[in-house]
């Protein structure tokens, strides 16, 4: 599978908080005998580590080099690691174990790699306090989290950041500004509208697009858009058909 492109400007900030993580990622010839020495407390906290980004690899489709540099981890050495305190690895435990949480909620490997990219700028805005970041994707009426399990990672992504830093211009939202408010975005009902497989798919064909529906059944904002797209999409359809097309 190709690696996606990556623009400099798109990847997270380098975090010091990871520097545990790129080493037991990317040393694979090494990693197995070197955490057999580790002390009993370490090589637990070790395990959690390597085990989160593991899952992540597999959900992104990364392979450990493309997700180290994704995640914004430094260079570490073998010697610098033994050296960590258990206190350090537990930082890196914890936000990795938090961003693992958070990808489960989307389904397909885009969302899960926008996810990755936009949740280290998040933890830098609220610096490097992950008890806050969490805080951010669980608040507000509509949070982060409640976007994720939508599939609106950079909705979601606004949000988080918007609840740390209120004056955060949320880029990513829906043009449907009215009330009642509109949770989902255009793009992503007209997939569902259109029901093909392709873009099923593309919204995370098991499990996130049976909870839009749910949603959008539940909620008047979203039901309202919904009708009217496939309305809108209705009429599109028959006045090409009409041209002759």
């Known amino acids: 599978m190709p690696e996606l492109l990556l623009e400099t400007a798109t990847l997270p900030p380098v975090l010091p908080d990871l520097e545990p993580v790129s080493w037991l990622i990317s040393d694979h010839s090494n990693r197995e005998r070197f955490l057999e020495e580790l002390d009993?407390?370490?090589k637990i906290i070790a395990a959690e580590i390597f085990q989160s980004a593991t899952r992540l690899e597999q959900c992104t489709g990364w392979d450990g080099e493309t997700l180290v540099r994704c995640l914004g981890c430094p260079a570490t050495t073998v010697g610098a690691f033994?050296?960590?305190k258990v206190e350090r690895l537990e930082v890196s435990s914890g936000y990795?174990?938090?961003l693992q949480t958070l990808s489960a909620l989307v389904e397909t490997e885009v969302d899960t790699r926008m996810l990755v990219l936009g949740y280290g700028h998040i933890y830098r805005q609220a610096s490097n306090d992950l008890n806050l970041?969490?805080?951010?994707?669980?608040?507000?009426?509509?949070?982060?989290f409640d976007f994720l399990q939508l599939g609106e990672v950079q909705t979601a992504l606004d949000t988080a950041l918007q609840a740390i830093d209120p004056a955060h211009g949320q880029t990513g939202r829906n043009p449907f500004d009215g009330r009642p408010p509109v949770h989902i975005s255009?793009?992503?009902?007209d997939a569902l509208i259109g029901g093909s497989e392709a873009e099923l798919d593309v919204l995370g064909r098991y499990v996130v697009a049976g909870r839009m529906r749910t949603h959008i059944a539940e909620c008047d904002g979203?039901?309202?858009?919904?009708?009217?797209?496939?309305q809108k999409l209705s009429e599109e359809a028959e006045s090409f058909h009409s041209q002759g097309n």
């Open 82 to 84: 033994r050296d960590m």
């Open 40 to 42: 009993p407390e370490q």
């Open 133 to 144: 970041v969490k805080t951010a994707f669980m608040t507000g009426d509509f949070s982060a």
């Open 96 to 98: 990795l174990g938090l």
């Open 222 to 230: 979203c039901g309202a858009a919904y009708a009217y797209r496939k």
């Open 186 to 189: 255009t793009g992503r009902l």
